[in-house]
Every structure is written in C-alpha cells, then in structure tokens.
C-alpha cells in the first residue's frame, strides 16, 4: 500500500479551505491546514509536504514572504499559488518568487486537481532541478490532450528541463 500524499494547504478564507477538504479528501490525501502563513511555514519545515497550495494574499505573512522563507529552509517541495489575480505579468512574478506554478481562484477543480498531479506523479517533477522530466509522463494510458495541455503550459513557465 502506498503512503498517502501529504498537502499542505495555506488559505486564511474558511472558504477556500472548506472547498479544498471537500475537493481533495476523497482523493486519498492527507491534508493539513494553516490558517496563515507563519503557522504554514512552520507546518512546512515540521511535516514536509509532498505539496504546498498557498494563498497568496494573506494577513501576518504573505503567500510570497511564507514561500521565501520555506526555500530558505532548504525545502523544495512543490508550491502552487492560489491567487485571484490573473494579470499575467503578475503571474509570471510568482513563479520567479519561488512558486512552482499557480491556479486561479475561483479555480475549476479538475485544474488543480491536474496542476497538482503534474507534481505528485512519481518520476515527473525533478526537485533536484525544479523542472520536469518528460520521458516519465509518456506513456500509452496518457491522454494526448492532457500531456499537450501539460507541456504548453509549463514550457512557458519555464520548467521543461532543457529550457536553461
């Protein structure tokens, strides 16, 4: 039997909370909760997600200062930013801060139900290099639409290794 996944989950919204329990728990994750971000960048460093879904917009400590501090720990695990901002330019500044990629809120939830699987499957995310490693996600079950879906997106974001 394989360990469940565990997610982090940083959203001072009772809300966005509550639809993400909903959204993930029949997904066999084990879930965790911060209600800001300095409770979350302890919970980070204590139990070592296997991701990290981050509030951008947060009082006490914002998602961008909670995601400088956690890879100051040395912890690259994969961070999605949960954000309502969709200005691109702002979307691309997130990823230079440390996130690995974003969803916008209010998100579809087969989105970051995906944008969290391009992470959680084995062998396709290098936490080494923070880049993808391609060759792991073709394979004959794999849905063309989504892969070329995957590909288009993270290409432009910068995480297709071979894209120094």
Do not use: C
Not at 36 to 45: E, L, P, Q, T
Not at 65 to 85: D, H, K, Q
Not at 109 to 124: A, F, I, S, T
Not at 129 to 155: C, G, M, R, V, W
């Amino acid at each position: 039997m394989t360990r469940k996944r565990r997610v982090l989950v940083i959203d001072d919204e009772p809300n966005a909370r509550i639809t993400i329990e909903a959204l993930l728990s029949p997904e066999n994750y084990k879930l965790y909760f911060a209600e800001n971000g300095i409770d979350g960048v302890s919970m980070a460093i204590e139990i070592m997600p296997d991701i990290i879904l981050l509030d951008v917009m947060m009082p006490e400590m914002d998602g961008i200062t909670a995601t400088s501090i956690i890879r100051a720990n040395g912890i690259r695990t994969p961070i999605i930013a949960l954000t309502a901002n969709a200005v691109q330019e702002e979307l691309e500044e997130l990823l230079s801060k440390g996130f690995n990629s974003y969803v916008v809120k209010p998100f579809e939830e087969k989105k970051l139900l995906m944008k969290m699987q391009e992470y959680l499957v084995p062998g396709n995310f290098n936490q080494t290099t923070n880049k993808y490693q391609y060759p792991n996600l073709i394979k004959k079950e794999t849905d063309i639409l989504q892969l070329a879906h995957i590909l288009e997106s993270d290409f432009a974001d910068g995480l297709w290794e071979g894209n120094e």
